[in-house]
């Protein structure tokens, strides 16, 4: 089916007012330890409120930890208490001001977390003795690379309590005044780990099968759905393949791209509306074949299979392309990351290219 870029999307009771749509990125600025842990302040406050002034009709946060553990980094945003709720408010408001839908991503890191920021030494593996370095925790003790500390794996019940954690924190985003919720489960994230065979080598009721695997993933969506109203969207990000089966020189097992269709299936019956498609992030030394069209195959194929609307991002660049993607009917929204940080306004200037509209600020009635 073809749609515009500017055309009005609306999932349950919640209307986006275009296709453009912003991707998480993380940008490693909250306080890493004290009363101002996780908190978001100007930094945060600036980098989304500027996407929403130029345009964008919808913007996902940064990864937002459901605990202190969870977070990939010291300096990452976090919904574990008050403090943090109380401070995003002053975001979502000016956002939905600017006729922006704000949407949280929550997040764990599982056993990427307790890292440095990435400018610093690379993003290197925090040791758990040293300062703000703390252990991590993952579906089975395997480090995600030989720089990593191996994580402790997480026993059935500290399983039960991450679970809670996501619809605390989705409680807590409701309160904060997001409009939706995006559970992050790709780029070598917790739930990631869990639904790959590469990284979960559990023989428990949280490993082993395709169903075993998938279980800590459909525990969090009801989890987070039993708290959020019936009539705002639950998103959930996936990596649509960790790129090992696709390399003839690997014979590791991993997460494919069937894999992906097949729990799209489940996402939906377990009331997930639209489905992130991404790729890669659990198997870091992995050979990736990006072709001219990078990652919308995934999301179409989701779509393909399913029925369940996507949202495809990735080398997303120029405005006739990011349409062409949704007049050929192959995802339902673009998402855009680094795009948007080099230009703010880049919805502003589809419109302009394309003939189309977007929504700006009053002040900028004449520009």
Not at 129 to 135: C, L, R, S
Not at 290 to 317: C, H, K, S, W
């Amino acid at each position: 089916m073809s749609t515009s870029l500017f055309a009005p999307y609306t999932v349950r009771e919640l209307t986006v007012p275009n296709r453009i749509w912003m991707a998480a990125m993380c940008q490693y600025s909250a306080a890493p330890d004290g009363d101002a842990a996780g908190v978001p302040h100007d930094w945060h406050f600036t980098h989304l409120a500027a996407r929403a002034a130029g345009g964008t009709g919808l913007i996902i946060t940064e990864a937002t930890a459901v605990s202190p553990e969870g977070r990939i980094s010291p300096y990452d945003l976090g919904l574990w208490n008050d403090t943090q709720t109380a401070a995003f408010r002053r975001i979502t408001s000016f956002l939905k001001e600017q006729g922006t839908v704000p949407v949280v991503q929550l997040a764990h890191a599982g056993r990427k977390a307790s890292t440095e920021r990435p400018w610093i030494e690379r993003g290197r593996a925090l040791a758990p003795d040293e300062p703000h370095g703390w252990t991590p925790v993952g579906p089975s003790a395997i480090p995600f690379d030989a720089a990593s500390t191996t994580p402790e794996e997480l026993t059935t019940e500290q399983i039960a309590g991450i679970v809670r954690q996501f619809g605390d924190a989705a409680r807590r985003a409701l309160e904060a005044g997001f409009q939706g919720v995006e559970i992050h489960g790709a780029h070598g994230y917790l739930i990631n780990q869990f639904l790959s065979p590469h990284s979960n080598r559990r023989t428990d009721a949280y490993g082993g099968s395709f169903e075993g695997r998938i279980r800590l993933a459909l525990e969090v969506v009801d989890a987070v759905r039993a708290v959020w109203p019936e009539d705002l969207p639950v998103f959930f990000r996936i990596s649509a393949t960790d790129w090992l089966t696709e390399n003839p020189e690997d014979d590791r097992e991993g997460w494919t791209s069937e894999d992906t269709v097949r729990l799209a299936k489940e996402l939906l019956a377990h009331g997930v509306d639209l489905m992130d498609v991404s790729t890669g992030g659990n198997a870091p030394d992995a050979r990736i074949v990006a072709g001219p069209d990078y990652q919308v195959p995934f999301a179409e194929a989701v779509r393909n299979g399913t029925g369940m609307p996507v949202a495809t991002v990735g080398l997303i660049t120029e405005p006739a392309q990011a349409q062409a993607i949704l007049a050929e009917g192959r995802a339902d929204a673009v998402l855009l990351g680094r795009e948007l940080l080099r230009d703010p306004s880049w919805a502003r200037r589809a419109a302009a290219e394309l003939g189309g509209e977007v929504t700006r600020p009053i002040q900028y009635h004449r520009a």
